[in-house]
């Protein structure tokens, strides 16, 4: 399955701030695959991961373990706050999660990991405060053994 995303990119230049988006020929292409799951896994996981990581509409999750076009105001919101700094994000838990629900993304490019990842997701701290999502994010995923990553694969193999 192929998945394209456009994405606006925003450019300061000097005092102005110029707007642009895509051209035709620039559209990532990511060869990934959803695990397969059937009608009760998807709501048993949705349900699972409301309660503390994310919220959303089920048609938006849906669409996303399809890999399907959503739009950018129904994007899901992932919640789940660090431990050490609970007025932050824990974007390595995202991660984790959709390394383990998508086949094929911990081979994708930090780049694109990160276009994928604000093309479903919005980060959202207690507060109500939209958080930026980076490539170091990335980076300090792949390193990071943590046993709150392995809640999250734990938390998701229960509900399967």
Request: aromatic share 12%.
């Given at each position: ?29 990511f060869d990934l ?128």
């Amino acid at each position: 399955m192929y998945f394209h995303i456009t994405q606006k990119r925003v450019r300061k230049n000097s005092n102005t701030l110029e707007v642009f988006s895509l051209a035709e020929d620039e559209i990532k292409k990511f060869d990934l695959n959803a695990i397969p799951l059937n009608e009760v896994q998807v709501n048993n996981i949705f349900k699972a991961f409301s309660e503390n990581h994310l919220s959303g509409d089920y048609q938006t999750f849906q669409a996303f373990i399809q890999l399907k076009p959503v739009s950018r105001l129904k994007r899901l919101v992932w919640k789940d706050s660090s431990n050490k700094l609970p007025k932050q994000v824990n974007r390595q838990t995202l991660l984790e999660f959709l390394s383990q629900i998508l086949e094929g993304f911990e081979n994708l490019e930090n780049q694109q990991m990160k276009e994928l990842t604000n093309y479903y997701f919005i980060l959202k701290n207690s507060e109500g405060k939209e958080l930026t999502f980076s490539t170091k994010n990335i980076y300090d995923w792949k390193n990071n053994k943590a046993a709150y990553l392995e809640n999250i694969s734990a938390l998701l193999k229960n509900n399967l």
